[in-house]
C-alpha cells in the first residue's frame, strides 16, 4: 500500500510511494509519466536515499503526441542526485 513504511535491516527505512514527473527536450516538448516503487535508506535513517520502481508513460506534447511507453527508473538522492530511465517509447503519429 502506498506510504507503508517498514525497515531496511542496516538502521534505515524504506516507503512503498507512487508519484509522477516529466521529461523535457529542448524544444519545450514534454513526456509525463507515473511511477511507483521503493524509497529506501542506504544505512542509517538520514542516509542517502534510493529509489527503484517502475514507470508508466501517461501524456506528451508537442513532438511528443501520442506517446506511449514504459520501463524502470532508479535514483540516488544524496549531496548529488542521480537518475536513470530505462524502458521503451513509441511514439504513434497521425501525420
Known amino acids: 500500500m502506498?506510504?507503508?513504511?517498514?525497515?531496511?535491516?542496516v538502521g534505515g527505512a524504506c516507503e512503498f510511494i507512487t508519484g509522477t514527473g516529466s521529461v523535457t527536450a529542448a524544444d519545450g516538448s514534454t513526456i509525463s509519466f507515473a511511477t511507483v516503487g521503493t524509497l529506501?535508506?542506504?544505512a542509517g535513517i538520514f542516509s542517502v536515499l534510493?529509489?527503484?520502481g517502475t514507470y508508466r508513460i501517461?501524456?506528451?506534447?508537442?513532438r511528443f503526441v501520442g506517446v506511449a511507453g514504459g520501463g524502470s527508473l532508479t535514483a540516488t538522492f544524496g549531496s548529488?542526485?542521480?537518475i536513470k530511465i530505462d524502458g521503451t517509447i513509441s511514439v504513434f503519429?497521425?501525420?
Open 2 to 9: 502506498p506510504g507503508t513504511v517498514g525497515t531496511n535491516g
Open 58 to 62: 501517461t501524456s506528451g506534447d508537442g
Open 50 to 52: 534510493q529509489y527503484n
Open 40 to 42: 529506501c535508506n542506504e
Open 93 to 95: 503519429s497521425s501525420v
Open 80 to 82: 548529488t542526485h542521480f
